[in-house]
């Protein structure tokens, strides 16, 4: 059976989108691989990968590889997973505009069609002309990360409709929701994606040094699973699992 095409994506700043993609594929029960699919450009290769990364590893090579061979024929050589610790990662683009010379809807059809595999796409930024709208239009469901300041919620509560008008669900359909991340910073969850009229999937807590596990590269230490940001991520894994499951059983 295929697994589902979760997609991660931020309004505005620098919420944590990697690193809680990174987070919840590292919990996650079976194997799923992260897409860097940042329209920005990758950070997974500096960051997790603190820059020891195989120079052909990645997105860009993916997409060369499909004019000629498959899409899990293509995996094998790509993926890359940088760590024992670490999921598997499809690094993103090394420029900025590369973004649009990828065939993000023919990769998310195929990517939703994978066997073995879950999908976890950190889409970054979300920008409507950035390109990667088609890759968003093929998730089983969408994951909108925000921080709790004013600033971060109402960036947040633009985008919703837009994302929503993606997969074509109306604002409490739970296949478009709201993670918030270090919540109560000042606003707290609910209060968060009732102004951005979108249902809420979580919250991960501010949680540095796990963080910086994902986002730099930095060593887990012995009780790092156990850590608060971890151990969170085991709650919203289970959550998303569920709604991209009923997703894929109504397609
Ligand atoms: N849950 C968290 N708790 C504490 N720090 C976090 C958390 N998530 C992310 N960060 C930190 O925030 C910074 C930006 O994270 P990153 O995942 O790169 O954001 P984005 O992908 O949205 O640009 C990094 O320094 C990272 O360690
Ligand atoms: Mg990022």
Redesign the pocket.
């Known amino acids: 059976m295929s697994g589902v095409l979760i997609g991660l994506a ?1 309004a505005k ?11 919840l594929a590292s919990v996650w029960p079976r194997t799923a691989l992260v897409l860097e699919a ?1 329209p920005f450009g990758g ?1 997974i290769r500096a ?1 997790l990968g603190e820059g020891e990364w195989p120079s052909t590893a990645g997105l860009a090579e993916v997409v060369v590889d499909l004019r000629s061979t498959g899409l899990n024929e293509a995996l094998t050589r790509r993926v890359h997973k940088p760590a024992p610790h670490a999921p598997p990662v499809l690094a993103g683009l090394a420029c900025v505009g590369q973004a649009t010379s990828v065939p993000w809807s023919r990769l998310g059809s195929a990517l939703a069609r994978l066997t073995g595999a879950d999908v976890l796409a ?1 889409c ?2 979300f920008a409507a002309a950035d390109g990667v709208a088609p890759l968003l239009r093929e998730c089983d469901a969408l994951v909108l ?1 925000t921080a709790s300041s004013l600033r971060a919620v109402r960036a947040t509560a633009r985008i919703a409709p837009l994302l929503q008008e993606e997969l074509a669900v109306g604002p409490d359909d739970p296949r478009v929701s709201l993670l918030v ?2 919540a109560d910073e000042p606003y707290p969850a609910a209060q968060i994606a009732a102004a951005c009229r979108l249902p809420l999937l979580g919250e ?9 596990v ?3 590269g930095a060593r887990p230490w012995r009780a790092f699973t156990r850590s608060p ?1 971890q151990r969170e991520a085991r709650h919203i894994v289970t959550r998303i699992m569920a709604i991209g499951g009923r997703a894929r059983g109504a397609a």
């Open positions: 931020s700043g620098s919420p944590g989108v990697t690193t809680s993609t990174l987070t940042d950070d960051g950190d970054g930024r990360i991340v270090d991960l807590p501010d949680d540095p040094r796990a963080a910086a994902w986002s730099d940001l």
